[in-house]
């Protein structure tokens, strides 16, 4: 269990190094701001929608190495979905980390297990939702910053 540990605190450190689909990416049609006060987290994310297709995904801000390398996962992971299929990805998301879900993630979503040491800390748990909430808000046009409290 130690060296799967290890491997995924590989996973996040280099994510969180060089974060993929960093810097906002032209053209984009959505975005949404997304704020972890607690951790210090600060995210914007930007979408290119079409024809009910997630094209294009990014994200600028800082936050902390499982933020970053969660926002940076998911950039990688829902590129290319239709709209429906990442809702359903965040809601899968979103289960195992919180511990709704009692099950690995799999069909696509696996590289997402690295992350999924969170759970058990509620903390750490926004820390690697956030983006995914950004990202849903963005979807969803809402304008609010989306707050993890
Ligand atoms: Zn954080």
Same mark, same amino acid.
């Given at each position: 269990m130690s060296d799967l540990r290890e491997l995924y605190q590989e996973v996040i450190l280099d994510h969180y190094r060089s974060p993929r689909n960093f810097g906002h990416h032209q053209p984009s049609n959505r975005e949404a701001k997304g704020n972890n006060p607690l951790c210090g987290d600060k995210f914007t994310v930007y979408a290119l929608v079409e024809d009910g297709m997630v094209k294009d995904i990014s994200f600028e801000g800082r936050g902390c190495a499982i933020s970053t390398a969660s926002a940076s996962l998911m950039t990688e992971l829902l590129k290319g979905q239709t709209e429906q299929n990442a809702q359903a990805m965040f809601e899968r998301f979103r289960g195992v980390v919180t511990g709704e879900q009692d099950q690995r993630l799999d069909d #696509?979503?696996?590289?997402?297990?690295?992350?999924?040491?969170?759970? #058990?800390?509620p903390m750490r748990v926004k820390c690697a939702t956030l983006a995914w909430h950004t990202l849903k808000a963005a979807l969803n046009q809402t304008d609010e910053t989306v707050v993890t409290e």
């Open positions: #696509g979503l696996d590289k997402l297990n690295v992350l999924a040491g969170v759970r #058990g800390y």
